[in-house]
């Protein structure tokens, strides 16, 4: 059974980036899409951005557009979220979350990480 | 973006009791719709996809129904380890939107 091991709680200040890793562990991406949603203290879920770890091809929530870039490593079976020029704002819990096919429609978000909480204080 | 509106925000019920909350879209999503359950400091959990697929290893309790713009996720006898919040997901146009939430609290 495939389980997405995130890693570890980040504290950033105003204006850096962060980079979160979410690695298939008992598994690999296969033909899988791989998502980046993220949720604020007390708020709901918002999606961020996707790929498609063995086409390398990823697509972004226009929210943030230029500011976050999503990649995947087929060998180690690993995928990341980059998120850059931090603000207050940004700080959430993280989670990765596998939809189990390239078409997302009929399919759902089925495996998700354990979440990483990002807080971004000066 | 398809905009997703839960009903309603909050829930009190009781052990036993039959729950249904309602996703409305604010266009056609024919069935492609989603519903998890999250508890604090947890992921969500899927629990049905494709509007009424119960996905592997949740209790037949729960079921979805609906099509286009109107959902339902109904809960048919409350147990103690569902008091959460629930969130319905549109997955059939990018991006993948959620509604806001429905927090299901103990009566």
């Known amino acids: 059974q495939v389980q997405l091991v995130q890693s570890g709680a980040e504290v950033k200040k105003p204006g850096s980036s962060v980079k979160v890793s979410c690695k298939a562990s008992?598994?690999?991406?296969?033909?899988?899409?791989i998502s980046w949603v993220r949720q604020a203290p007390g708020q709901g879920l918002e999606w961020m951005g996707r790929i498609i770890p063995i086409l390398g091809i990823a697509n972004y929530a226009q929210k943030f557009q230029g500011r976050v870039t999503i990649t995947a490593d087929k060998s180690t079976s690993t995928a990341y979220m980059e998120l850059s020029s931090l603000r207050s704002e940004d700080t959430a819990v993280y989670y990765c979350?596998?939809?189990?096919?390239?078409?997302?429609?009929?399919?759902?978000?089925?495996?998700w990480g354990q979440g990483t909480m990002v807080t971004v204080s000066s | 973006d398809i905009q997703l509106t839960q009903s309603p925000s909050f829930l009190s019920a009781s052990v036993g009791d039959r729950v249904t909350i309602t996703c409305r879209a604010s266009?056609?999503?024919?069935?492609?719709l989603a519903w998890y359950q999250q508890k604090p400091g947890k992921a969500p959990k899927l629990l049905i996809y494709?509007?009424?697929t119960l996905q592997s290893g949740v209790p037949s309790r729960f079921s979805g129904s609906g099509s286009g713009t109107e959902f339902t996720l109904t809960i048919s006898s409350l147990q103690p380890e569902d008091f959460a919040t629930y969130y319905c997901q549109q997955l059939n146009s990018y991006p993948p939107t959620f509604g806001q939430g429905t927090k299901l609290e103990i009566k």
């Open positions: 266009q056609g999503i024919s069935s492609y």
């Open positions: 008992g598994g690999t991406f296969s033909s899988y899409t």
């Open positions: 494709a509007a009424s």
């Open positions: 979350a596998r939809v189990p096919s390239l078409d997302m429609r009929g399919d759902a978000f089925d495996i």
